[in-house]
């Protein structure tokens, strides 16, 4: 029996699938089928999957992204924590900055989280000392309610505070940038 050239390729293109596989530590995968998956295949495996793991399918928030209004007297940037991760409780580091006006307000009374999916949330707490001229801590947002996790299918979120130096201050994050 006489080996073509075509024939060697195919042996050696084997050989080396063979020894990739073996050496990774994923098993092999069977060839992709040749036709796409429709939108209702995608979505029908999507639904099969545990809501964290669709929630992982989805692009990460942006952490680390600071957000920053200067209206009036006073600027505030606002820098979210744990976007990705947040189990127990949303959490934002804000910092406050202002040669005229006091910074002793408790910020979690003028603070409310709302999302694209309609959670509006009022901020459990304000970790930050009172007073002065320039004012950092951490404020923080319930991560559920009794009817669910409130970044869950979150596709954009709005940080509002009301009433410090300026009427309303509107800071807005998106997933995946």
Not at 115 to 136: E, F, K, L, N
Request: hydrophobic share 40%.
């Amino acid at each position: 029996m006489k080996i073509t050239r075509i024939h060697f390729l195919l042996f050696l293109t084997s050989l080396l699938s063979l020894t990739l596989a073996a050496c990774s530590d994923k098993p092999a995968q069977p060839a992709a089928a040749s036709e796409p998956q429709t939108s209702a295949a995608v979505a029908a495996s999507n639904s099969d999957k545990p809501a964290r793991q669709r929630e992982a399918d989805q692009p990460y928030w942006v952490e680390g992204q600071p957000k920053l209004d200067e209206q009036g007297a006073v600027s505030v940037e606002i820098t979210p924590l744990n976007l990705n991760n947040a189990w127990e409780s949303i959490d934002f580091q804000v910092a406050m900055n202002t040669h005229s006006v006091g910074l002793s307000m408790d910020l979690a009374s003028l603070a409310t989280l709302t999302t694209d999916t309609g959670y509006s949330i009022q901020a459990s707490s304000w970790d930050a000392p009172s007073g002065g001229h320039h004012v950092r801590g951490k404020l923080s947002f319930p991560a559920s309610t009794e009817t669910g996790s409130v970044l869950d299918g979150a596709e954009k979120i709005t940080l509002t505070l009301t009433n410090v130096d300026a009427p309303e201050r509107v800071f807005v994050w998106e997933r995946g940038g």
